[in-house]
């Protein structure tokens, strides 16, 4: 076990779209949370989960970029003092444009953070403004050009497709402009609307058209096309990423390898047995109300048999143009994947690609990824 997640749940304001648990607290309380991820840092030190240096960390949120220099000292200070940093550690910090100024960046470097995950999600401004989010373009092309004068040589760029009203056409120029920042890496999503969000209530209300699957089919193929024709290998699902960029925290999670991960929301993966899966109530008050009384906030979501961890095992890796590892597989399980799943195996016959030792489904089917991978429950 050696990577570690935090969960940084503030955001300057909530977009539209998103269901992730954030809040709007004020920079107080943000003081306060930090003091309680030291705390739960110090507990999960105790139980030595993280037995060897880290290799990777990870600040999601919610908007990490609303933490302070002083505050991601602090915690990665409390990381290295904890479990210690391995020499080429990744450590990446999501930061959205428009939550940060002057010499930020260039401390937030000097502090450890070697990777960064901007929040762009668009090149259109009245998308931005749609979308809810707290940045325009110019905040975003300026927020690029800080990295870059800070020394960051791994950023990655998050771009939205599928959103309301838009169009290949508008994607097409919203790509050459994304590919002309020069990112490391980029990260695509496509708009889901999701229950309990702005966007859910527009859309039953009628003031929402989202996009048809034929658009989002058309805008998916039309960025797996032109990222991988500019020199990005496209290795998983919505990443792409140029020759050793990958996401190396995220390669964890669909490679099934443990991550421990702190604050209030967070989800851990344990690899003890067949695997286990904790989580962390998405609830601040719960989260300092049981780490004032000593009490690991962590509850055992899932733990694993046999079965289920070789499903989970199968599906996650599919969804990367790794694939499988079939010898590893069946040395694991003390099963063959085709062996296992005989049904899926004769279902996905004419999809999926061997070489040397593993099988994967290739990229073009990515977009079917669901429908596919559904024949293993
Ligand atoms: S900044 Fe990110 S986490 Fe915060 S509300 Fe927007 S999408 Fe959600």
Not at 230 to 236: D, K, M, P, S
Request: charged letters at 25%; aromatic letters at 12%.
């Amino acid at each position: 076990m050696n990577s570690l997640y935090f969960h940084i749940p503030f955001c300057r304001r909530r977009c539209r779209y998103c269901d992730f648990f954030s809040t709007t607290d004020d920079p107080v309380k943000r003081d306060i949370y930090v003091a309680l991820l030291c705390r739960h840092l110090e507990m999960i030190g105790r139980d030595a989960a993280l037995k060897n240096s880290l290799q990777t960390i990870y600040f999601g949120g919610g908007t990490p970029s609303l933490l302070t220099v002083e505050q991601l000292t602090l915690l990665l200070t409390k990381c290295r003092d904890r479990f210690g940093l391995a020499t080429f550690a990744e450590v990446t910090l999501e930061v959205n444009p428009g939550t940060f100024s002057g010499n930020y960046l260039q401390q937030v470097r000097k502090a450890g953070v070697n990777r960064l995950s901007i929040g762009i999600q668009s090149f259109a401004d009245q998308q931005l403004q749609q979308l809810g989010r707290c940045h325009n373009v110019d905040q975003a092309r300026t927020a690029v050009a800080d990295a870059r004068a800070a020394g960051f040589d791994n950023i990655s760029l998050d771009l939205m497709f599928a959103l309301p009203e838009q169009h290949s056409e508008g994607l097409s120029r919203e790509i050459e402009q994304l590919l002309q920042l020069e990112p490391e890496h980029i990260s695509v999503y496509g708009l889901t609307i999701e229950e309990g969000t702005e966007f859910k209530r527009w859309q039953q209300q009628g003031k929402l058209i989202v996009t048809d699957e034929d658009e989002y089919a058309r805008q998916y193929e039309l960025l797996r096309a032109r990222f991988t024709a500019a020199g990005y290998e496209h290795y998983e699902v919505s990443n792409f990423a140029r020759p050793g960029h990958r996401c190396q925290h995220n390669q964890r999670y669909w490679q099934r390898r443990g991550c421990l991960a702190v604050g209030a929301g967070a989800h851990s993966f344990v690899e003890s047995g067949y695997g286990e899966r904790w989580h962390v109530a998405a609830d601040l008050v719960r989260y300092r109300q049981l780490l004032a009384t000593g009490t690991d906030p962590a509850e055992l979501l899932e733990n694993f048999d046999r079965r289920g961890a070789m499903v989970e095992t199968a599906y996650l890796a599919l969804r990367t143009s790794d694939g499988i590892d079939l010898a590893a597989f069946e040395k694991r399980f003390g099963e063959s994947l085709p062996h296992a799943f005989p049904s899926v195996f004769a279902q996905l016959r004419g999809s999926l690609v061997y070489s040397d030792g593993r099988v994967a489904l290739p990229p073009q089917h990515w977009l079917i990824y669901d429908h596919l991978i559904a024949s293993f429950f």
